[in-house]
């Protein structure tokens, strides 16, 4: 059985920033791909971020195509079995669900759809 709990979300100004939490239970290890999706009002579940094992002793995070501005990074703590997303300049179109998802293979990358997932945090970002 997988956990998955988020916390950090909240009310934030446009360009301030803030730090979304996972912390994982269950079976869990570094080598499943741990990341973050986001779902804003009326639009579509979208990647944003994955932390993955690629064997041995090699690592990789990985941003989806619109988040590799260097606003958003991902930091993992297997000691902790947790995930951090630090977001920075914020914009009002960053305001979504964002959700914490775990792989169910090692190594293998996190899908759209079959993951083990949060319960999501919400993030507005006003201006």
């Known amino acids: 059985q997988v956990h998955l709990v988020e916390s950090g979300g909240g009310l934030v100004q446009a360009g301030g920033s803030l730090t979304l939490s996972c912390a994982a239970s269950?079976?869990?290890?570094?080598?499943?791909?741990m990341g973050w999706f986001r779902q804003a009002p009326g639009k579509e579940r979208e990647f944003v971020a994955g932390?993955?094992?690629?064997?041995?002793?090699?690592?990789?995070?990985?941003y989806g195509a619109k988040f590799l501005g260097g606003r958003f990074t991902i930091i993992r703590d297997d000691g902790k079995n947790a995930l951090d997303l630090h977001m920075t300049r914020l914009k009002p179109e960053d305001t979504a669900v964002y959700y914490c998802?775990?792989?169910?293979?090692?190594?293998?990358?996190?899908?759209?759809?079959?993951?083990?997932w949060g319960q999501g945090t919400q993030v507005t970002v006003f201006s």
């Open positions: 269950g079976r869990t290890g570094s080598r499943y791909t």
């Open positions: 998802a775990l792989g169910r293979v090692e190594g293998r990358p996190l899908s759209d759809m079959d993951n083990y």
């Open positions: 932390h993955t094992w690629h064997g041995g002793n090699s690592y990789s995070a990985n």
